[in-house]
Structure formats: C-alpha cells, structure tokens
C-alpha cells in the first residue's frame, strides 16, 4: 500500500507542477522554501537530543507554544526544531518560537527520499506532530530511524475518520508506528482507536488552545493598535475574525445596518481575513462598500483614526486585536467550513458570536454553550440572510454591555477551567524524549 501511496502522491505533484511553476515567477506560496521541502534542511550536530514539532499553519503553531514553552523549561536539555507547511505558518513561527526554537524550517514532501534526507540532517530524538497530521511515509521512515513519534493536541474528526475508514487495513499500520497519541478529547480518542491505534497508546489530554495566553509581544501590538487606530469604547470596535469568502460580504452587510440604526457611538469594524492570498479582493469589497476604511499594512496616516473598517491585512497578529473587541466573529463557521478557533477571543473575554457550523470545534463549542459563553446563529436556508441575522446579533449585543460582559467573563472561565493540556501532555512525552543529560 505504501508504493501505491507515493505513486498517488507524486502523481499528485506532476498534475499541481503548472501551479509550482507559475508560483516560482510570483514568489507564491507553493514554492516557498522548496529546496527545504526536498529534506535540503540545515544540518545539525548530534550531540544534544533534538525534538521535532511539526505544525501546519497559524493556529497549530499558536497552539504549541504553552507547550513548547514548557519543554524548554523542564528539560532544558533538549534542542527543539519546527517545521511548517504553509508559508504564513512558516512566518509566524520564527516570530512565535524565535527564542525558543534552534531551526524554524519546512516540513519535506512526503516521499520516503526527502524524509530520510531530512531526518538524516535533524536526526530528532523525538518528532512531535500536532493535532493529526497523518503523513504516511514520514511516519513510517520515522519510526525506522528509532526516533519516538507522538500526535500532540490529537484531533480527528468525524468527516476525517470516514475518510480514513476507507483504507482501515493500511491505516491501522500506520498508526502502529506512533509511540503516543495525546487526544484532544474522549471522542477523538474513540475514533483513533476505532481505526486500530492500541489503546494503550492513547491519552485524553485536553486542548492546548486552552492554555493560551498573550505574551509581552502582543500585549505591545495591543497598544500600538489602540493608539494608531485610536480605538476606544466610545466607538465599540467588532472584530471579524479569520473569514472565508463571503463572510466579508455578509458582515460588511450586517455592519452597514447596525451602523445605520446607531444613534450614538458608532460601532468600528475590523476585517482579519483567513487566507492571506485574499487581502487584496477584501480590501476590494470594502473600498467598493463605502466606508471610510484603512489596512493595517500601510502607513500610519490620519486616515487610522478615522476609518470605519480596519483590514488587518497581516500574519500572526489577530490576537493582540481581540483585547480591543467589544464583540468577536469567528469566521469560516457560516459556511461548511468547520470553524476557526473560538480560543483566542475567549482568553481575551470577549463576546464571541459564531455561525453553525462549528464542527472542527464541536467539544469546545458545545461546552462554551452550555456555559453560555458564545451566541452561536442558526443555519439560514438562503445564506445571504446570515447578514440579517449577524445584524440583528450585534445590534443586540452593542445595546447590552451587561450581556457582552457576562458572555465574555463565561467565556474567560470556560478557558481557565480548561487550562493544562500543556502539562498533562509533557507528562507522557517526557518518557520519549529519554533521560536528562
């Protein structure tokens, strides 16, 4: 099966190279550190155990540092490398771990060559991938290598364990080279096991999401967005954050009617799109809306103060934004997305507000509503009435500072009751990464 595999893979590749191609020309994203990509990563010296982090993108990255912060911590020891997919992922990440990690680099192509090249160069102790990231090849030379491999903030889905329910046979071997798999929750913990991973090698160790905090970094950002936005509760600001295509339009929508109904202190808006290939088509739609509006990414001007719509047309910044939210809209969740991480705006207690589908975070969700700590919409028959309601939702909210309070301080406590994903996932690493020199 794994010959078929690489086959369907490479096949993969041939058909994606026009794309790699032109990507080389444009400087996008596709081709971004490509030679890294290939195993050509720096060499290191072997004289210290090296533990390998793998995470994706953003949210991966922002969800490992409590724990990576922790591992530098109690086993100083250890030299930690991570890698990304994505190249926003990539960015983020030399901020994020620029003091933690020795080598911040991109994760190979998945074929059995450029995995052992780049395994030869690490040479990792331990190889740490977050939520489930099931590369086939990369798990197996992995585990020939006698490096210990663990999945960390383990997260499988019910669309995802259909899908690899379909190949159970080749799955199950798969899964037989992992040393731990530390679940999210009791149900991706189920289904982990369901396609044949041992149960002895499985944890219910709750989500390092919960354990986010701001560091001094963002906290500054916080205040130089305050000042150069000057954004104060006069103007409640509403954050949209990490939207799809046509949330922008939806909430640009819902935004123009509640600005409209506002007597008194009228509301701001900040747009934080998801995907960074969009800034310019959303600062489009919000030049042709007719709001005076600003992206974050151009120079300091008068037009800051003024605007009524804010792009934040930047990477790794949104979270230093939500502490100067009066009302959070976690995108990607009124279409069938799945959600964005409801996380961050929680930490910062905010009011969260979200659309129906949520199912990428369907524990979470669940439980901060029961605690009533989010507004979750209902699903709309005809999507383009998600504005109608997302009006009637802020309106609402920015009438009733007790009711943003009280969602925010629920939502803040759903997170503190939550915290230590962080340390009980260390708990069962530390017996991977061996003993402390």
Same mark, same amino acid.
């Given at each position: 099966m794994f010959p078929l595999y690489s086959f369907l893979y490479t096949a993969a590749f041939i058909l994606l190279s026009p794309r790699f191609i032109f990507d080389a020309f444009v400087g996008g994203k596709y081709v971004s550190g490509f030679w890294q990509r290939m195993g050509f990563v720096p060499r290191l010296d072997h004289s210290r155990k090296t533990v390998w982090l793998h995470c994706v993108s953003v949210g991966e990255v922002n969800a490992a540092r409590p724990l990576a912060l922790l591992i530098k911590e109690r086993r100083p020891d250890l030299r930690l490398v991570v890698s990304t997919t994505t190249k926003t992922g990539q960015k983020h990440a030399k901020d994020v771990f620029a003091e933690i990690a020795d080598l911040v680099f991109y994760f190979p192509f998945d074929w059995q060559s450029t995995v052992r090249r780049a395994l030869d160069r690490i040479s990792p102790k331990a190889v740490l991938l977050t939520e489930t990231e099931l590369w086939f090849n990369f798990i197996r030379e992995t585990s020939k290598s006698k490096a210990r491999i663990a999945i960390i903030n383990g997260r499988l889905s019910e669309r995802s364990f259909k899908r690899y329910g379909y190949i159970t046979r080749f799955i199950r071997r798969v899964l037989g080279y992992l040393d731990l798999a530390a679940?999210?929750?009791?149900?991706?913990?189920?289904?982990?096991?369901?396609?044949?991973?041992?149960?002895?090698?499985?944890?219910?160790?709750?989500?390092?999401?919960?354990?986010?905090?701001?560091?001094?970094?963002?906290?500054?950002?916080?205040?130089?967005? @305050? /000042?150069?936005?000057?954004? !104060?509760? %006069? &103007?409640?600001?509403? +954050?949209?954050?990490?939207?799809?295509?046509? #949330?922008?339009?939806?909430?640009?929508?819902?935004?123009?009617?509640?600005?409209?109904?506002?007597?008194?202190?009228?509301?701001?808006?900040?747009?934080?799109?998801?995907?960074?290939?969009?800034?310019?088509?959303?600062?489009?739609?919000?030049?042709?809306?007719?709001?005076?509006?600003?992206? @974050? /990414?151009?120079?300091?001007? !008068?037009? %800051? &103060?003024?605007?009524? +719509?804010?792009?934040?047309?930047?990477?790794? #910044?949104?979270?230093?934004?939500?502490?100067?939210?009066?009302?959070?809209?976690?995108?990607?969740?009124?279409?069938?997305?799945?959600?964005?991480?409801?996380?961050?705006?929680?930490?910062?207690?905010?009011?969260?507000?979200?659309?129906?589908?949520?199912?990428?975070?369907?524990g979470a969700v669940e439980e901060f509503t029961a605690r009533e700590a989010l507004v979750q919409l209902a699903q709309q028959k005809d999507g383009s009435r998600y504005s109608d309601a997302l009006a009637a939702e802020f309106t609402s909210l920015l009438k009733d500072p007790f009711r943003r309070k009280f969602l925010g301080e629920n939502a803040a406590a759903a997170m503190a009751v939550n915290r230590g994903a962080a340390e009980h996932t260390l708990e069962y690493l530390l017996p991977l990464f061996g003993p402390q020199k």
């Open positions: 679940m999210q929750d009791k149900a991706d913990a189920t289904r982990i096991m369901s396609l044949g991973l041992r149960a002895s090698k499985v944890r219910v160790t709750g989500n390092l999401k919960f354990d986010h905090s701001l560091d001094s970094g963002e906290t500054k950002l916080t205040e130089e967005f @305050r /000042t150069r936005f000057a954004i !104060t509760p %006069d &103007a409640p600001l509403i +954050v949209a954050a990490s939207t799809h295509s046509p #949330e922008e339009e939806w909430v640009l929508e819902a935004f123009k009617t509640v600005w409209k109904s506002s007597a008194v202190n009228l509301p701001r808006l900040m747009i934080a799109p998801r995907h960074p290939e969009r800034f310019d088509e959303v600062a489009e739609l919000v030049r042709s809306s007719g709001f005076a509006w600003v992206r @974050r /990414t151009e120079l300091p001007s !008068t037009r %800051d &103060a003024a605007a009524e +719509v804010i792009i934040l047309d930047s990477i790794g #910044e949104l979270r230093a934004a939500y502490p100067l939210a009066e009302i959070v809209f976690v995108g990607g969740s009124l279409i069938k997305h799945g959600g964005q991480s409801i996380f961050e705006p929680a930490a910062a207690g905010k009011a969260i507000v979200t659309g129906p589908h949520t199912d990428n975070f369907k």
